[in-house]
């Protein structure tokens, strides 16, 4: 979130642009944070449902990705719910599933909540210019040894290498929060490297494998599998755990690659369920291989080589 600097700063860029250069900014900082994409401006187009015709500020285009329509509201106050609300109405009525909501002054809680709670099959992400400036975890390269993989955050995450108290190679989590206030909020995502040994080479063995611990620490827990998310080259595989709760699920995907298996894993509630499936599934699909090569310094050999 922002603080306060953050936001008398972007207050201030809001006052002295124009209506045009402030929305050629936008377009920019979105090219920017989404590599490979490009943004149209000013877009008209025909409601499916009313037959009216629509303008829309700008339009996200990302390779193998849905569009996402953007609408700026150069508001002097915050992204309020009604605000929410209306855009989703635009949204259904243009059969569109993606969308962000970008004000200088931010947005509320209630605006906040109403989109974290989601509409129907519809992904909604609010930022702030400021936030778009200030964003630098669309992706990165978790590791363990020289395997690596290539991670990009589903739609409306952002990706954490700092994971503070996690044990983990990456922490994943909705934009505006940080990782205390996910994990208070039992949605969030975390990412581990399996590097193939003796115990398991292969994603049925290493299912087999943490179910045999999983089951016999948490009591009353059940397991089940999913269809695996699609990948161009690589074998996946997508569970379910379900606590004894009631409260929390976790949900965990594989990809296998040729010298390590990684693993993401997000814990949601039940509630969530469905969608956050959507985002595991987008995430484990694009999940790619990298290996790594580490040169010791001249500390370590005395060449820097």
């Known amino acids: 979130m ?7 700063g972007c207050y201030a860029v809001f006052r002295h642009m124009t209506w045009q250069e402030y929305e050629a900014e936008v377009a920019s900082e979105l090219e920017r944070c989404y590599p490979g994409s490009s943004v149209q401006r000013d877009v008209k187009t025909t409601g499916v449902l009313s037959g009216t015709s629509r303008q829309i500020d700008l339009v996200l285009e990302m390779a193998d990705q849905d569009p996402v329509v953007v609408e700026i509201k150069r508001y002097g106050r915050k992204v309020h719910v009604k605000d929410v609300e209306a855009f989703i109405g635009i949204l259904h009525d243009l059969d569109v599933k993606r969308g962000m909501l970008i004000c200088p002054k931010g947005y509320s809680e209630a605006a906040i909540q109403r989109v974290w709670k989601g509409a129907d099959n519809l992904e909604l992400d609010v930022l702030s210019l400021e936030d778009l400036r200030r964003f630098q975890g669309f992706g990165g390269i978790p590791y363990a040894g020289s395997n690596g993989a290539l991670l990009s955050a589903p739609f409306g995450w952002v990706l954490d290498l700092d994971t503070g108290p996690v044990d983990a190679l990456a922490v994943l989590y909705r934009r505006g929060r940080t990782l205390e206030t996910a994990m208070r909020a039992g949605e969030w995502m975390y990412v581990q490297c399996w590097q193939k040994d003796e115990v398991a080479t292969t994603i049925p063995e290493l299912l087999a494998h943490q179910r045999a611990y999983m089951v016999d620490v948490i009591e009353g827990l059940t397991i089940e599998t999913l269809p695996p998310p699609p990948h161009p080259v690589s074998q996946t595989a997508l569970r379910v755990a379900r ?8 949900l965990t995907g594989f990809v296998e690659f040729e010298g390590s298996i990684f693993f993401l894993v ?5 509630e969530d369920l469905d969608k956050n499936i959507r985002k595991m599934s987008a995430a484990t699909s694009g999940l790619r291989s990298i290996r790594l090569v580490h040169r010791l310094g001249p500390d370590h050999d005395g060449n820097g080589s």
């Not at 922002?2 to 008398?8: D, E, K, L, M, R």
Request: aromatic share 10%; charged share 15%; proline share 15%.
């Open 2 to 8: 922002p603080n306060v600097f953050g936001i008398v």
């Open 243 to 250: 606590y004894p709760d009631d409260v929390t699920v976790e």
């Open 266 to 270: 997000l814990l949601t509630t039940p």
